[in-house]
């Protein structure tokens, strides 16, 4: 791994994160309509709105990551190299992390829409389920035992065919849809770059996040390899 890589997806993240701000705040419109009598209806939301850059960014890092963790996860069963285990453990913990704001910032988002915190729908309980399966993952990897590895395998492969579900599910319900024709495909001009800045410089800051944990899963590997052998030499008691 390259000692610039961390530096230069900051840099990235950085740069993208000021500019994203600027462009959420004082570049995309707001968002409201007018009903046929010229006054504003109800899905008027204003600056409420603007947490959706954030929202749906957030979303869409998560599910990339949720399915390239389990991608790796399916090269660490089958070469049972351990820097393929490293790679799965650092992209679910930090997805965790993403899945946990994109569950904070929807129900806010919710809340400023539809005047409720939470509701038991389809892509509500999907996106809380896939994110307790990343959760899962954690522990399981961490206080497993010997077997950690395997079982955390199958649960991160799990949790990249869950991920698909939840796509698939929104556009449910109220939900703005996803794909080709959800709600990224319909935002106007002055919407969409925004929202693809956003979206690129939160990647951006995952990448770092993976690459500086990815370091020190390899340090830690690395130092109970030492101590082993120092153990089995006796040099350890």
Not at 20 to 32: C, G, K, M, N, R
Not at 137 to 152: E, M, Q, T
Not at 198 to 223: C, I, K, N, P
Request: include cysteine; proline fraction near 3%.
């Amino acid at each position: 791994m390259k000692k610039n890589a961390i530096p230069l997806f900051c840099a990235l993240a950085a740069i993208g994160i000021a500019l994203s701000l600027y462009a959420v705040f004082f570049v995309a419109p707001l968002q409201y309509g007018m009903n046929e009598a010229g006054k504003l209806n109800g899905s008027s939301l204003f600056y409420n709105q603007k947490i959706f850059y954030f929202h749906t960014a957030h979303g869409i890092v998560l599910l990339v990551a949720v399915v390239c963790g389990g991608l790796a996860a399916i090269l660490f069963l089958r070469t049972r190299k351990p820097i393929w285990d490293d790679v799965t453990s650092t992209m679910i913990e930090v997805a965790a992390v993403f899945g946990a704001v994109t569950l904070i910032t929807g129900s806010i988002w919710a809340k400023a829409a539809w005047d409720t915190w939470w509701n038991w729908e389809p892509r509500l309980t999907t996106s809380l389920l896939l994110w307790l399966l990343l959760m899962g993952y954690v522990l399981v990897r961490r206080f497993a035992g010997p077997s950690a590895d395997r079982i955390s395998a199958g649960m991160a492969i799990f949790s990249g065919v869950a991920s698909l579900f939840v796509y698939k599910m929104v556009g449910q319900d109220s939900h703005p849809a996803a794909g080709t024709e959800g709600v990224v495909a319909t935002l106007g001009p002055g919407m969409k770059g925004t929202f693809w800045l956003t979206a690129a410089s939160f990647l951006f800051w995952y990448l770092a996040l993976v690459v500086s944990r990815l370091q020190s899963t390899r340090a830690e590997r690395e130092l109970r390899e030492l101590r082993e052998r120092g153990l089995d030499l006796g040099v350890l008691q």
